[in-house]
């Protein structure tokens, strides 16, 4: 009769452990689903906001060299090396004084003392790839990148980092032991923190108390 009741205790024990990891089990899938929900649309509008601001100040906004690309030729030229990088014999650059002749709509132009900074030596007859000004020809650019380059660039990296983000998402829903995980994860950061926050208030408080028990001691030997 005792051994019975023994086993009885055992088993309510087991059934209550269980439902207590049920429990936790549950509450940290769900916290972490909330978390992949919060991060997924707020990385959203992140995005939203970007495709605005990229639309409006790089779509949007004129460029003058537009997408004008030439190939000019170094006439002559001086060139020498970049002070701040010239201990660093793998990472070199080139300051260079250069004549340029470039052909637009079979005009030749030549542009004087064109400036470049980079990592190019440039000779004379060597090539240069340049943009020149659609309302100016004399006008070039080394710049063969234009603000459409920039903006693709921009909304591409951010619709990576959204695209993984629904994948996180899409995950945590379709599979409930990551989603606890990430809930589990999320849960004992935010332990942690104020625990340590606790710690820390508790720590300046000793310190505070301390410090006046001191001032009083000696406020009163003196």
């Not at 980092?161 to 995950?171: A, E, N, R």
């Not at 720590?203 to 001191?214: K, R």
Request: hydrophobic share 35%.
């Amino acid at each position: 009769m005792v051994l019975t009741n023994n086993t009885n205790n055992t088993n309510n024990t087991d059934n209550n452990n269980s439902g207590i990891i049920n429990d936790l089990y549950n509450t940290s899938a769900a916290v972490g689903k909330f978390k992949a929900t919060v991060t997924f649309v707020f990385l959203l509008f992140v995005f939203i906001c970007i495709l605005f601001l990229v639309n409006h100040f790089l779509y949007n906004k004129e460029d003058i060299y537009d997408n004008n690309l030439i190939k000019g030729t170094v006439k002559d030229s001086t060139c020498t090396k970049n002070s701040n990088n010239s201990n660093n014999s793998n990472n070199i650059n080139w300051d260079c004084s250069t004549n340029i002749l470039y052909n637009i709509n079979n005009i030749d132009y030549v542009k004087k003392n064109f400036h470049t900074n980079s990592s190019t030596y440039y000779y004379p007859d060597s090539k240069i790839d340049l943009r020149y000004n659609k309302y100016d020809h004399n006008n070039i650019t080394d710049n063969t990148y234009s603000n459409n380059f920039y903006g693709n660039v921009i909304i591409f990296f951010s619709f990576i980092i959204l695209l993984l983000s629904g994948i996180q998402l899409i995950s945590v829903y379709m599979f409930k032991p990551l989603a606890a995980a990430s809930g589990a994860g999320a849960i004992a950061g935010t332990v942690v923190g104020a625990t340590s926050g606790a710690a820390s208030g508790a720590a300046s408080l000793v310190g505070n108390v301390m410090g006046a028990a001191s001032d009083g001691f000696y406020g009163k030997r003196g």
